[in-house]
C-alpha cells in the first residue's frame, strides 16, 4: 500500500510539473497568439462540420419541414450556399453508400 501511495504520489508530482510548465509556456506572447489563432482555425472548421453534417442529413433523410428551413436559409447566405455545394461529406458518405448498399439507402 506504502509503495502504491508513493507512486501515485510521484506520478502527481510530475504531472503538476508538466502541466504547469505548459501553462508558463502557453502564457508567452508568440505562443499566445499562435494558440488563438491554432483555435480559431480549428473552430471554424468543426463549425463547417457540423454544417455539412446537418446538409448531410438534409440530403440523404427527409427532414420534412425542418430541412426545407434548412434549404431556405441557406439560399439566403452566400457562406452556406458554397458549404452546401461543396459538402465533402456528402459527396464522402455518397461514395461509401456506392461501394457498401446498406450504408445509404
Not at 66 to 85: F, H, N
Request: with cysteine.
Amino acid at each position: 500500500t506504502l509503495l502504491l501511495l508513493a507512486a501515485i504520489g510521484l506520478v502527481h508530482h510530475l504531472l503538476n510539473v508538466v502541466f504547469f510548465s505548459a501553462k508558463v509556456i502557453s502564457k508567452l506572447p508568440i505562443v499566445h497568439s499562435l494558440d488563438k489563432l491554432l483555435g480559431i482555425v480549428v473552430g471554424i472548421l468543426e463549425t463547417v462540420l457540423i454544417v455539412w453534417t446537418i446538409y448531410a442529413f438534409n440530403i440523404f433523410r427527409d427532414l420534412g419541414t425542418l430541412g426545407q428551413v434548412i434549404v431556405d436559409y441557406t439560399r439566403d447566405s452566400k457562406i452556406l450556399t458554397c458549404l452546401y455545394e461543396n459538402n465533402y461529406l456528402a459527396y464522402l458518405i455518397e461514395q461509401l453508400g456506392q461501394k457498401l448498399p446498406f450504408f445509404v439507402k
